[in-house]
């Protein structure tokens, strides 16, 4: 019978996969969205803005806002410019404060 499972060294070993074809990353991928809080938005726009413009989970999207709300800031997105500056108009249209940056 041909064994499928190749063995281990022992049973707490997990051997690491070759990897090929890595996709290239992206040198513009380094900027961030980041939404502040404010006494008028409340916390269903937020996580509802939030879904739309960055396609997150709903769990991502609430935890992000209970952030905004007990932190006074989030980082909701990450990604190349272009991209981070429309997912912040998209925010920006219920009035909340949005800002695009570079990551450091």
Same mark, same amino acid.
């Given at each position: 019978?041909?064994?499928?499972?190749?063995?281990?060294?022992?049973?707490? /070993? %997990?051997?690491? =996969?070759?990897?090929?074809?890595? =996709?290239? %990353?992206?040198?513009?991928?380094?900027?961030?969205?980041?939404?502040?809080?404010?006494?008028?938005? /409340?916390?269903?726009?937020?996580?509802?803005?939030?879904?739309?413009?960055?396609? &997150?989970?709903?769990?991502?999207?609430?935890?992000?806002?209970?952030?905004?709300?007990?932190?006074?800031?989030?980082?909701?997105?990450?990604?190349?410019?272009?991209? &981070?500056?429309?997912?912040?108009?998209?925010?920006?249209? %219920?009035? %909340?404060?949005?800002?695009?940056?570079?990551?450091?």
């Amino acid at each position: 019978m041909e064994r499928l499972i190749p063995a281990c060294a022992s049973p707490d /070993t %997990i051997e690491r =996969p070759e990897l090929f074809d890595t =996709p290239e %990353i992206n040198q513009d991928s380094g900027w961030i969205v980041t939404v502040f809080d404010n006494d008028f938005n /409340t916390v269903e726009e937020v996580i509802t803005i939030l879904l739309v413009a960055t396609k &997150c989970t709903l769990d991502e999207a609430q935890i992000e806002t209970w952030e905004v709300h007990h932190l006074g800031k989030s980082v909701v997105h990450h990604g190349a410019e272009e991209e &981070c500056r429309g997912v912040a108009k998209v925010i920006g249209t %219920i009035g %909340i404060r949005v800002e695009v940056s570079k990551e450091d």
